[in-house]
């Protein structure tokens, strides 16, 4: 067995090893698998002294097809979930009056791909026509991003502005801060550890860590993933290593996908100190990029070829509920007019809370019914419907949806 083919098998069997035990990441799996050079089963590369160019830059779509950058060959290479080819857009095999390599793309939601050439933008469907095109945005710009929506956000650094844009081209508005809708994030240094938060429109993420939220994305289901890069010593070299963190929509760690670890070949001790000279890779990985479901991919190269790999996740049939901690500190005090409620907030208010159940009883521990629902943010509620001289006992509990926490301490009072 050759030496590629033993790392990619010793790869794979350490990453059952570790997440086989837990029933999580499922992988990884060989999604697209190519070799070397211009025909359609083949990626180019080109070997430079300090860097080699091959298709390290890939999308994949909400329905798991997978978009390659194969730039060598000045194409677009558009394979299905299952890894056949679909579509081959550029100059080899689908002829489409495409000139000129392009500077950046993007997956809309819709199965369509926005290509940015120049200051012109142009969106084309899985079958390689030409849906619109649009200028007006300076040349050289710092992201493009497609939303769930199918919204086109543009940011140029040197202006400092964000430029949004119709799924057709048109400008919607433009603004100087960073939209919601990319996720806003700021982290603080807490006793040794970072605290993050990570703002969108619909949601709010409280995330402790070891190391400050820098690189994320979201799936459909509002779970959070966090990518770690790191940098490892092995022997005289120093190796590009990566971790994905994932946390559920109420900020719970679920679990950390350790991803394979690059091997190199020995450096020879006469080039060791050449500027010019790097190792060459047995096997290379890539930065993980996380799908709209929530799989997890990565390109890896050998000598011989280049793949596309792909974790899954897979819950456990008993894993728990995604729900908020419980609303603590629950005080009863009497009022003019009953009794008033107050308790601190449920750690993933604002999260994923959406609002609280307020539950009352004549005796302590049994007999409880719900008498009252207050939104997320509300922490107080005043019980006007109580009996002088009676005793009532009180808990309350965070809400996700229909989704509960655990109740608050009981606390009780006397008006």
């Known amino acids: 067995?050759?030496?590629?083919?033993?790392?990619?098998?010793?790869?794979?069997?350490?990453?059952?090893?570790?997440?086989?035990?837990?029933?999580?990441?499922?992988?990884?799996?060989?999604?697209?698998?190519?070799?070397?050079?211009?025909?359609?089963?083949?990626?180019?590369?080109?070997?430079?002294?300090?860097?080699?160019?091959?298709?390290?830059?890939?999308?994949?779509?909400?329905?798991?097809?997978?978009?390659?950058?194969?730039?060598?060959?000045?194409?677009?290479?558009?394979?299905?979930?299952?890894?056949?080819?679909?579509?081959?857009?550029?100059?080899?095999?689908?002829?489409?009056?495409?000139?000129?390599?392009?500077?950046?793309?993007?997956?809309?939601?819709?199965?369509?791909?926005?290509?940015?050439?120049?200051?012109?933008?142009?969106?084309?469907?899985?079958?390689?026509?030409?849906?619109?095109?649009?200028?007006?945005?300076?040349?050289?710009?710092?992201?493009?991003?497609?939303?769930?929506?199918?919204?086109?956000?543009?940011?140029?650094?040197?202006?400092?502005?964000?430029?949004?844009?119709?799924?057709?081209?048109?400008?919607?508005?433009?603004?100087?801060?960073?939209?919601?809708?990319?996720?806003?994030?700021?982290?603080?240094?807490?006793?040794?550890?970072?605290?993050?938060?990570?703002?969108?429109?619909?949601?709010?993420?409280?995330?402790?860590?070891?190391?400050?939220?820098?690189?994320?994305?979201?799936?459909?289901?509002?779970?959070?993933?966090?990518?770690?890069?790191?940098?490892?010593?092995?022997g005289d070299e120093e190796i590009i290593s990566y971790k994905v963190h994932k946390y559920s929509r109420c900020s719970k760690k679920v679990s950390v996908l350790n991803m394979p670890r690059s091997q190199y070949e020995p450096m020879p001790p006469e080039m060791s100190d050449m500027p010019t000279c790097k190792p060459r890779p047995i096997i290379e990985y890539g930065e993980p990029l996380v799908a709209p479901n929530g799989d997890v991919y990565a390109w890896a190269r050998t000598k011989t070829h280049y793949k596309i790999l792909k974790w899954t996740w897979v819950d456990e049939p008993d894993t728990a509920a995604d729900v908020p901690d419980a609303p603590e500190a629950l005080k009863v005090t009497a009022t003019e007019r009953g009794l008033m409620l107050s308790w601190k907030a449920s750690p993933q208010d604002p999260g994923c809370v959406t609002g609280y159940e307020i539950e009352r009883s004549a005796t302590s521990s049994t007999g409880y019914t719900k008498i009252a629902d207050r939104g997320k943010g509300v922490l107080r509620y005043e019980d006007t419907t109580v009996e002088k001289g009676q005793v009532y006992y009180y808990r309350v509990r965070a809400m996700y949806k229909t989704a509960p926490s655990g109740y608050s301490n009981e606390a009780n009072g006397r008006r």
């Open 1 to 234: 067995m050759g030496l590629m083919k033993r790392a990619f098998l010793t790869m794979f069997m350490i990453g059952i090893f570790i997440y086989g035990a837990e029933a999580a990441w499922e992988g990884p799996t060989d999604v697209v698998s190519l070799g070397w050079g211009s025909q359609i089963d083949q990626v180019a590369i080109r070997y430079g002294d300090t860097e080699d160019s091959f298709p390290n830059i890939f999308n994949v779509d909400q329905n798991g097809n997978v978009l390659i950058a194969d730039s060598g060959n000045v194409r677009l290479l558009l394979f299905s979930s299952t890894g056949s080819l679909i579509k081959s857009i550029g100059p080899v095999g689908l002829p489409l009056g495409i000139t000129g390599w392009p500077l950046g793309f993007e997956i809309f939601s819709s199965s369509k791909i926005l290509i940015k050439r120049g200051d012109r933008y142009q969106i084309y469907d899985y079958n390689g026509n030409l849906v619109n095109q649009f200028t007006g945005v300076a040349k050289y710009v710092d992201e493009i991003t497609v939303l769930a929506d199918n919204t086109i956000v543009v940011y140029k650094s040197d202006e400092k502005k964000f430029y949004l844009y119709s799924p057709t081209g048109q400008l919607i508005k433009t603004s100087t801060e960073r939209p919601l809708e990319l996720g806003w994030v700021s982290s603080v240094r807490i006793n040794g550890h970072y605290k993050s938060i990570v703002k969108y429109p619909d949601m709010v993420y409280q995330i402790i860590a070891d190391q400050p939220i820098v690189k994320y994305y979201r799936d459909i289901n509002q779970n959070l993933y966090q990518i770690e890069t790191f940098t490892e010593t092995v």
